[in-house]
């Protein structure tokens, strides 16, 4: 066994590599070695017996001659049992050889090596070490022995497969979340984002994240800033994304901000911490486009019933006109004649009968007016009731080949009404403006809906590129009956007088005008 005295003859080798390159081999060695005093005070032995890492001293075969408490009780073996035992006695022959081989390269080389084997204690049980090797030279530069130091790293590897089957277990769950989801950052900067989240990218072509802050910011202003402001958490913040290709889709959006210690060697004792920003995208555009549609469908209902009651009202007005004039003038007659005294004029009592008829018909046809909705007056966003009407009218502008323009007031107040009247009314005012287009000829089809707010109305354009209406009948469109349509032709002539009702029923105006291009319906309503 190698004592005190034969370790102080022993000159070691630094164990850093650029050391050793950047030195002459007794350059080295002096700087190694330790001061006499030490020596004398056989410090440098107590030191390396009492070090908690496991030190042993080879021959040039790798046969133990010196070894430390630590590397007993490490290893298992007894002090003295391991004088004279080969290294790789330690070995549990699983470590593949090419390690040993670059061990043993790097010691020919005269250079440290430091690695991890799999070690084999006395009692056949099993640990990680993590060994460093380096070649002992003599004064003329020689080696003479080698030192080896190791220590039991099984728990820190334990651990680090631990976090790394922890970090691969979240990413996994993560990206099969169908969330997008994505870690700023406090510059902004992306540190994580999950599959869903890249696949938003791809049909986006931009950063998703800097599309939503847009969107976000447009719905909580500046405060939301992204970049530079992570102090806003919200939930269930709903967005709208305007994709070319994809239409419009529809998020949730979910912020919370999570602190973490931060990792630098200089934060070490002051427990400073970083923060990040999660924000979590959910898309719901399934959803909403289902509910969207029941929505019109239902819109679709209550319009239909509407137009069908104002059909039927229209029906019985017309009848209740046409019988009207007979049964007045018949009334005229019967005063005439009773005016003369031939009260018993069997003619007189025939036309007192027919004009009872007449007028018990006039009764029963007016009770049988259906009842306009009386639908109270609620707060009406025009620019959604004029999507609606688009919605509902699409069909019809697509298959006449007609270019929509949808020109909507940024801030439009809204006005008190009842949403189907209105819905109604700019229904029949776009079918109008479809039909005027829908003739031979008629190549730029165009139609355009604008919304303003002009000093207290909501002011809507319905603007066609058909042939306008002569100037003379521009006020009389609006009469009950009255068409500009040829004999023949499906005409109602109610649909201008049924829309002029309603905006009265608003106290708004209804007016066409025809300017160069064609016809503009113009709809002024007060806002409320
Ligand atoms: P071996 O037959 O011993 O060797 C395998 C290969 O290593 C050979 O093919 C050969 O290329 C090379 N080799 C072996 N001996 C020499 C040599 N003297 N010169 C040049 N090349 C050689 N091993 C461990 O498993 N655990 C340890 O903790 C450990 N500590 C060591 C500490 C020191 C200071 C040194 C010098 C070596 C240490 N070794 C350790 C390596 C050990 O000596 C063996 O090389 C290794 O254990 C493989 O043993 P083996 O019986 O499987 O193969």
């Not at 898309?283 to 239902?298: A, D, G, P």
């Not at 004039?325 to 005063?335: G, K």
Request: hydrophobic share 40%; with cysteine.
């Amino acid at each position: 066994m190698l004592k005190d005295n034969d370790l102080k003859s022993i000159k070691l080798t630094p164990t850093d590599n650029s050391a050793v390159e950047g030195r002459t081999q007794n350059e080295s060695a002096n700087n190694a070695v330790p001061s006499d005093s030490l020596l004398s005070d056989n410090v440098f032995y107590k030191v390396v017996e009492s070090c908690p890492v496991a030190i042993s001293i080879t021959d040039l075969e790798a046969n133990i001659v010196y070894a430390n408490q630590a590397f007993s009780r490490i290893t298992a073996y007894e002090p003295e049992e391991t004088i004279g035992k080969n290294e790789s006695v330690l070995s549990n022959h699983t470590t593949p050889p090419i390690v040993y081989k670059t061990l043993w390269g790097r010691l020919a080389q005269k250079k440290s090596w430091v690695g991890v084997l799999v070690n084999r204690r006395k009692d056949e049980s099993r640990y990680l070490a993590e060994l460093t090797v380096a070649p002992v030279v003599d004064d003329k530069g020689a080696v003479t022995n080698y030192l080896g130091m190791h220590r039991d790293v099984t728990d820190i590897h334990r651990l680090q497969n631990q976090i790394n089957n922890q970090k691969l277990l979240t990413e996994a769950t993560l990206n099969s979340s169908p969330s997008a989801m994505v870690v700023l950052d406090e510059t902004g900067k992306i540190v994580l984002d999950t599959l869903s989240y890249k696949a938003l990218a791809a049909d986006i072509g931009e950063e998703p994240v800097v599309e939503f802050s847009k969107a976000m910011r447009s719905q909580l202003g500046e405060q939301y800033n992204s970049e530079s402001n992570l102090d806003i958490d919200f939930d269930g913040l709903e967005v709208t994304l305007d994709l070319s290709g994809f239409g419009t889709r529809y998020f949730t959006c979910h912020s919370s901000s999570i602190t973490i210690e931060d990792g630098a060697v200089e934060s070490f004792f002051n427990g400073a911490t970083t923060r990040y920003r999660m924000l979590v995208f959910n898309e719901i555009t399934q959803t909403r486009r289902r509910q969207e549609e029941t929505r019109l469908h239902t819109l679709k209902e209550l319009v239909a019933e509407e137009e069908f009651n104002q059909a039927m009202r229209e029906t019985y007005d017309g009848a209740i006109h046409k019988l009207a004039e007979p049964v007045n003038l018949m009334s005229a007659a019967v005063s005439m004649l009773e005016k003369k005294g031939n009260a018993d004029d069997p003619a007189l009592e025939a036309m007192r009968s027919a004009l009872h008829s007449g007028q018990q018909a006039l009764v029963s046809l007016t009770k049988l007016l259906p009842m306009k909705a009386s639908a109270g007056k609620t707060t009406v966003n025009i620019n959604q009731v004029l999507t609606d009407v688009m919605s509902m009218c699409s069909e019809a502008v697509m298959s006449k080949g007609i270019d929509f323009s949808w020109q909507p007031a940024i801030h439009l107040p809204s006005i008190l009404g009842m949403a189907t009247r209105l819905r109604s009314m700019f229904k029949q005012l776009v079918i109008n403006a479809i039909e005027a287009m829908d003739r031979q000829g008629i190549t730029n089809r165009k139609l355009v809906i604008t919304t303003n707010v002009v000093e207290k109305f909501a002011v809507v354009e319905i603007k066609d590129y058909g042939p306008g209406v002569p100037k003379d009948l521009q006020m009389k469109v609006f009469e009950p009956f009255f068409s500009t349509k040829k004999p023949g032709e499906y005409v109602r002539g109610m649909g201008l007088a049924m829309a002029h009702e309603i905006v009265t029923e608003h106290s708004g105006t209804i007016s066409l005008e025809n300017d160069r291009t064609g016809c503009r319906a113009i709809v002024h309503l007060p806002v409320s």
